[in-house]
């Protein structure tokens, strides 16, 4: 009798193979609705895989359609938690802040910014941020960790917060690639 010795064939794992996958921003599209984070003096671009590079400081944010009185929502999410294949901790939320003026400055924070930091050893996670207008009449709906460097940035119900708070489709966005 012959024996048959199974191995395990692994394959990095990504985004596609979720159970219901998260779309990735559309990079093709024109600049109006692409954001572009700037981390330590240099702009990113959008789907760039900045595995390496020192991302813990706040990046500032450009828009090219920006309008100056405007205020907006700025938001970054990891959608690939745990592991790109298995995302059972979707959404990360890694940044929620209203931004502002020409320069996008922050003029309230709701989540403080924190880096890209996926488990070592999984495939590159995709960082996401999204710029949705804010009406500044309206009061934020949200959990109540926001506001609060608390644990609880895990398995943010991010479709939740965007149907509380009336958010239409964001008015730009942009996507980064980072793994450990």
């Known amino acids: ?10 394959h990095a794992c990504t985004w596609q193979d979720a ?19 700037v981390f ?12 390496g590079t020192d991302l813990t400081t706040t990046p500032s944010i450009q828009w090219d359609g920006v309008r100056a009185g405007d205020t907006y929502l700025l938001m970054m999410v990891d959608p690939d938690a745990s592991t790109p294949c298995n995302p059972s901790h979707r959404y990360v939320l890694h940044w929620a802040a209203f931004v502002t003026g020409q320069d996008l400055h922050e003029t309230h ?3 403080s910014y924190r880096s890209p930091h996926p488990p070592s050893g999984s495939p590159a996670h995709r960082y996401q941020l999204f710029l949705f207008e804010w009406e500044a009449t309206l009061g934020v709906n949200h959990p109540d960790f926001l ?12 479709d939740r917060f965007k149907t509380m708070n009336g958010l239409r489709e964001p008015v730009a966005s942009f996507q980064l690639l980072y793994h450990n």
């Open 19 to 37: 159970p219901q996958p998260v779309p990735s921003v559309n990079c093709q599209a024109d600049s109006s609705s692409l954001l572009f984070p």
């Open 109 to 111: 924070t709701f989540a």
């Open 1 to 10: 009798m012959t024996s048959l010795s199974l191995t395990s064939c692994q």
């Open 40 to 51: 330590n003096g240099q702009k990113a671009a959008c789907n760039q895989d900045l595995s």
């Open 147 to 158: 506001g609060h460097d608390s644990q609880h940035r895990g398995s943010f119900d991010f």
